[in-house]
């Protein structure tokens, strides 16, 4: 079972900036797809970030491309995500979570992703 720890949120203005951080407790995710999640109040959690770990290809949800960007320390096995020029309705509670099949393709299908972290909460003030 893998753990993940999301961390980074906070309370930030619309146009500014926030890195958001995700621990994994394996040793290393190569093979894996990592992705970013969010979901706001009221709404379905949706797919934010993937990055396939093992060729750092990445892929975006039409709504932060742009303006996001997934990245990874391999030594840390860590997963980042950048946020820059924040909109209000980018506020949501964040999420990373690995998809775990073998040799799986980029997807941004929420449900083929597991062992969710506790995530980490965004909110934009006007």
């Known amino acids: 079972q893998v753990q993940l720890t999301e961390s980074g949120g906070g309370v930030v203005q619309a146009g500014g900036s926030l890195r958001l951080s995700c621990a994994a407790s394996?040793?290393?995710?190569?093979?894996?797809?990592m992705g970013w999640f969010r979901q706001a109040p009221g709404k379905e959690r949706e797919f934010v970030a993937g990055?396939?770990?093992?060729?750092?290809?990445?892929y975006y949800a039409n709504s932060v491309k742009g303006r996001f960007t997934i990245s990874r320390d391999n030594s840390k096995v860590m997963v980042y995500l950048q946020m820059n020029s924040l909109k209000p309705d980018d506020t949501a509670v964040y999420y990373c979570?690995?998809?775990?099949?073998?040799?799986?393709?980029?997807?941004?299908?929420?449900?083929?992703?597991?062992?969710w972290g506790p995530g980490t909460p965004v909110t934009l003030s006007s």
């Open positions: 979570a690995p998809d775990l099949r073998p040799s799986a393709l980029m997807t941004s299908a929420t449900k083929l992703y597991a062992s």
């Open positions: 394996l040793r290393s995710l190569s093979g894996y797809i």
């Open positions: 990055l396939n770990w093992s060729g750092g290809g990445t």
